[in-house]
């Protein structure tokens, strides 16, 4: 059985460990030559990176104030938009603006994928250490843990609320047979026995899965938000366990 961690009540203090620099818009293209947009916070050039990917109907400002606190504590971060969304904190979704121009059609979530590999590919490109952690808010953190299995480039995932997200044809815990890197799984109370089903098949030494103990929590990413009462609990899980992926990995 996996342990679910639970936290003591405390107040979260992010001591700055990293200047931080506002973000930088860039480009790069995925394998079926669709240009994904992306929003890169940079610390320097030797800390590691991790790939920020949204949730459904959203974009990558469902990052705007989570990626700087992650560059206090010493990460590089790409946050990306995905080809299946819409909009999050007044960022419009430019990858699917994209998609509609060149191909006409509205792509299905699991077509993101090919966005995340691209992501994975372009850090590789850039990073002193060619590898990267993924971090993924519904959707694509079922996706970000798909990805993320047998590829050497990534170190670890973070997945909040992963799920069943692509209909009745597609068992999303079929995937992880065979799942090779630390995973932090977070999920709201309501989730947990759902999640705790999905990620049987999860190797007990790799995969530590966290819920709230002060409120039912947030789904996706957005429990990281300052707005959320429990969120001072689930960023205390995320930086225990982004220590953890550093001093394995790094």
């Given at each position: 059985m996996h342990a679910i961690v639970k936290l003591p009540l405390l107040s979260l203090a992010i001591a700055v460990s990293a200047p931080v620099f506002a973000q930088k818009k860039v480009t790069f293209t995925t394998a079926d030559s669709l240009t994904v947009t992306a929003d890169m916070y940079r610390v320097d050039k030797y800390a590691p990176y991790i790939?920020?990917?949204?949730?459904?109907?959203?974009?990558?400002?469902?990052y705007r104030d989570i990626a700087p606190k992650l560059q206090k504590l010493g990460f590089n971060c790409l946050a990306v938009d995905l080809r299946h969304g819409k909009e999050c904190n007044f960022v419009r979704n430019e990858t699917?603006?994209?998609?509609?121009?060149?191909?006409?059609?509205?792509?299905?979530?699991?077509?993101?994928?090919?966005?995340?590999?691209?992501?994975?590919?372009?850090?590789?490109?850039?990073?002193?250490?060619?590898?990267?952690?993924?971090?993924?808010s519904n959707f694509s953190a079922s996706l970000a843990m798909k990805t993320a299995r047998h590829n050497r480039q990534v170190t670890g995932v973070v997945a909040f609320?992963?799920?069943?997200?692509?209909?009745?044809?597609?068992?999303?815990?079929?995937?992880?047979?065979?799942?090779?890197?630390?995973?932090?799984?977070?999920?709201?109370?309501?989730?947990?026995?759902?999640?705790?089903?999905?990620l049987q098949d999860i190797p007990a030494d790799l995969l530590t899965r966290f819920q709230p103990a002060t409120g039912n929590g947030q789904q996706g990413a957005p429990a990281l938000w300052k707005n959320d009462s429990t969120s001072d609990e689930y960023w205390i899980s995320l930086m225990l366990f982004l220590n953890k992926v550093k001093e394995k990995t790094y």
């Open positions: 790939v920020l990917l949204h949730g459904e109907n959203s974009s990558r400002g469902e699917v603006k994209e998609q509609w121009q060149k191909n006409g059609i509205q792509a299905v979530m699991l077509d993101c994928e090919k966005d995340i590999t691209a992501a994975i590919d372009y850090i590789a490109a850039i990073a002193i250490n060619k590898r990267c952690i993924l971090l993924g609320s992963p799920g069943e997200y692509f209909g009745p044809s597609i068992a999303v815990k079929d995937w992880f047979d065979g799942f090779d890197h630390l995973l932090l799984v977070a999920a709201t109370q309501r989730e947990t026995p759902f999640v705790a089903e999905l």
